[in-house]
């Protein structure tokens, strides 16, 4: 019977035609893979490859034993995500992200990360807080980073963890004379540009005007950060948005950032399923982004 290692050889050899860049490929020695091929045609009582010259080519039977092979590789990878495996190994890194902690936080984290791990593998995937939290419990990505807490009915299965907090400040165009601190009572008589509902943060925002008893009704409303940023730059409104989306890029954003009372700072949420050990790579990240 074959094993993983012999089908990710033979797989890995068909789709490189050499067993030079499988060995890179998969991070082996090139006479490890020779003799994972030498094993499963042995098993299989077949031949699968013709050896030339300047590398390998598939026999007739190589060809029509790939894609079973290949389909069966995928299907244990499904089984191992099911039975509680995490999707990446030690030189991946699948995580979930919002569009605030995306802009500027996880990309310079993950840049300090490559500076002292070297190569590595990274799957950011961008969404929703409902969207990554169904990626994390299908397996798609081994963890996400989510405003606030959850609902009590998406917890099944999964542990949610805060990581980080980010005060809340008042983008207003550029040129905009300083005043003092914005307040919730002084936003009630300007336009807002916000994001659009479905966003925790736009949640988080909602929640603040009307423990105030101020009444929220944006005069603008998008579907991300950047647009937020360019419609104030443009002169249509002042934005409550996530100081941690803008750090360090204020200069740039045609923007000014001010102190904003009233809105208690957003929190963040590390979500993954339970029981399974994040990788070594999450790990790191996510104390990057706690520091």
Avoid: C
Wanted: proline share 7%.
């Amino acid at each position: 019977m074959a094993d993983v290692p012999a089908l990710e050889a033979f797989v890995a050899v068909a789709r490189l035609g050499s067993v030079v860049r499988a060995a890179e490929r998969l991070g082996r020695t090139q006479p490890s893979i020779s003799a994972r091929i030498a094993t499963l045609e042995a098993a299989w009582e077949t031949r699968l490859f013709r050896r030339h010259a300047r590398g390998m080519s598939l026999t007739p039977e190589g060809e029509r034993l790939l894609p079973a092979a290949s389909a069966a590789l995928e299907h244990l990878e499904a089984l191992d995500r099911k039975a509680g495996l995490a999707a990446g190994g030690a030189d991946e890194l699948r995580i979930g992200s919002g569009d605030a902690l995306g802009r500027e936080a996880i990309p310079r984290a993950i840049a300090r990360l490559l500076r002292e791990s070297g190569d590595l593998s990274i799957r950011v995937l961008e969404g929703s807080a409902g969207r990554l939290i169904e990626a994390v419990r299908a397996g798609e990505i081994d963890s996400a980073l989510v405003t606030g807490a959850p609902p009590s009915d998406a917890r099944g299965g999964l542990l949610f963890e805060p990581i980080l907090t980010s005060r809340v400040e008042l983008l207003v165009p550029r040129g905009e004379p300083a005043v003092t601190p914005a307040t919730l009572s002084s936003l009630g008589r300007r336009r807002i540009v916000a994001l659009q509902r479905g966003s925790g943060f736009r949640k988080h925002v909602e929640d603040a005007f009307e423990a105030a008893g101020v009444p929220f009704a944006p005069a603008v409303e998008v579907g991300n950060l950047s647009l937020v940023r360019r419609f104030v730059a443009a002169g249509l409104g002042v934005a409550p948005v996530p100081a941690i989306a803008f750090e360090g890029s204020a200069a740039r954003l045609s923007v000014q950032r001010r102190r904003l009372g009233g809105i208690p700072p957003v929190p963040y949420t590390l979500v993954r399923r339970a029981g399974i050990p994040l990788t070594a790579s999450a790990s790191r990240l996510i104390e990057r982004l706690r520091r």
